[in-house]
């Protein structure tokens, strides 16, 4: 079987040393397998997706000698396959509208006598909506509310049954999407969420090992319960470290994390880094991240 690998930045910000890390790490996998190497633009949040960061994307792979196969393939171009997931789902009772706003959300939660309850993403949702009656669904709707549609977890966990899954690195893993509560698939302001979408792709696309930073391990036991809703294949995966920055901290788009293009355009020596990552060495400054 051939291997197929993907680097699926989002156009949000720039790309940092830990996204060399990590397309590095996937482009090579493909090549040294004599695979694919796919590159994916995860668009879906028009808000905050932005076109100069796909150039900036495409020229700090090409910068660091990163050849992909065929075209890029964008999110927003496939919104119709989400669309058709989504009804999918909810053909089957395993969706519900949410019309909460992020406030009451944070004011349910205040109020509520029972302990929140804490998933790997922060805070699970409480429920609200959840508890509406089909008529005020239906009647929100048709007035026109703002809505998300959620999984209903608990009901979705039980049509799945136990799953598994293994990481190369990580090794066999129980999957507990439960965790996370009922979790949004489509938003309020976006047609899918990370975690519908990038299911969706990564079958769709024939990835048959996926590549990622260590935060989102614990995603892929929502990834895992998606596929086997869907009936996708579970392709392999493989978590590889995180990276620190010259603070110690985690590199993130959000800290301001020193870009590729600074480096670029400073003149540094893309190839040169890209081997340097491959050698397992850091730059000066960066280290591994702490667990
Ligand atoms: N778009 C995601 C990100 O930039 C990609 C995650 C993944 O590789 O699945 O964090």
């Given at each position: 079987?051939?291997?197929?690998?993907?680097?699926?930045?989002?156009?949000?910000?720039?790309?940092?040393?830990?996204?060399?890390?990590?397309?590095?790490?996937?482009?090579?996998?493909?090549?040294?397998?004599?695979?694919?190497?796919?590159?994916?633009?995860?668009?879906?949040?028009?808000?905050?997706?932005?076109?100069?960061?796909?150039?900036?994307?495409?020229?700090?792979?090409?910068?660091?000698?990163?050849?992909?196969?065929?075209?890029?393939?964008?999110?927003?171009?496939?919104?119709?396959?989400?669309?058709?997931?989504?009804?999918?789902?909810?053909?089957?009772?395993?969706?519900?509208?949410?019309?909460?706003?992020?406030?009451?959300?944070?004011?349910?939660?205040?109020?509520?006598?029972?302990?929140?309850?804490?998933?790997?993403?922060?805070?699970?949702?409480?429920?609200?909506?959840?508890?509406?009656?089909?008529?005020?669904?239906?009647?929100?709707?048709?007035?026109?509310?703002?809505?998300?549609?959620?999984?209903?977890?608990?009901?979705?966990?039980a049509v799945a049954g136990p799953l598994r899954w293994t990481d190369a690195i990580a090794g066999p893993q129980e999957?507990?999407?439960?965790?996370?509560?009922?979790?949004?698939?489509?938003?309020?302001?976006?047609?899918?969420?990370?975690?519908?979408?990038?299911?969706?792709?990564?079958?769709?696309?024939?990835?048959?090992?996926?590549?990622?930073?260590?935060?989102?391990?614990?995603?892929?036991?929502?990834?895992?319960?998606?596929?086997?809703?869907?009936?996708?294949?579970?392709?392999?995966?493989?978590?590889?470290?995180?990276?620190?920055?010259?603070?110690?901290?985690?590199?993130?788009?959000?800290?301001?994390?020193?870009?590729?293009?600074?480096?670029r355009d400073a003149g540094e020596d893309g190839r040169a880094l890209a081997n340097l990552l491959r050698r397992g060495?850091?730059?000066?400054?960066?280290?591994?991240?702490?667990?």
């Amino acid at each position: 079987m051939t291997l197929v690998t993907r680097f699926a930045p989002s156009p949000t910000g720039a790309l940092h040393l830990g996204h060399a890390f990590s397309a590095i790490q996937a482009h090579d996998r493909a090549r040294d397998a004599g695979g694919r190497f796919l590159l994916r633009i995860e668009d879906i949040d028009g808000t905050r997706s932005r076109e100069e960061h796909v150039q900036g994307i495409v020229d700090d792979l090409g910068w660091l000698g990163l050849t992909w196969d065929g075209a890029a393939v964008r999110q927003s171009d496939r919104l119709a396959l989400y669309e058709d997931a989504l009804a999918r789902l909810r053909a089957r009772n395993l969706l519900y509208p949410c019309f909460c706003t992020r406030a009451d959300i944070a004011r349910e939660i205040a109020q509520s006598v029972s302990a929140p309850h804490h998933g790997p993403d922060g805070t699970c949702y409480p429920g609200t909506c959840r508890r509406l009656s089909g008529e005020e669904r239906a009647a929100r709707i048709a007035a026109g509310m703002p809505h998300a549609w959620r999984l209903t977890m608990d009901a979705a966990v039980a049509v799945a049954g136990p799953l598994r899954w293994t990481d190369a690195i990580a090794g066999p893993q129980e999957a507990d999407p439960a965790a996370f509560g009922d979790i949004v698939l489509a938003r309020k302001d976006a047609p899918a969420s990370y975690h519908l979408a990038v299911t969706i792709d990564d079958a769709a696309q024939g990835v048959t090992e996926v590549v990622r930073g260590a935060d989102l391990l614990r995603a892929t036991d929502i990834h895992r319960l998606l596929q086997a809703l869907l009936a996708l294949p579970t392709p392999d995966y493989r978590h590889h470290r995180l990276l620190a920055g010259p603070d110690g901290k985690r590199l993130a788009k959000r800290d301001r994390a020193p870009t590729l293009a600074a480096l670029r355009d400073a003149g540094e020596d893309g190839r040169a880094l890209a081997n340097l990552l491959r050698r397992g060495a850091l730059p000066t400054g960066f280290a591994d991240a702490k667990a």
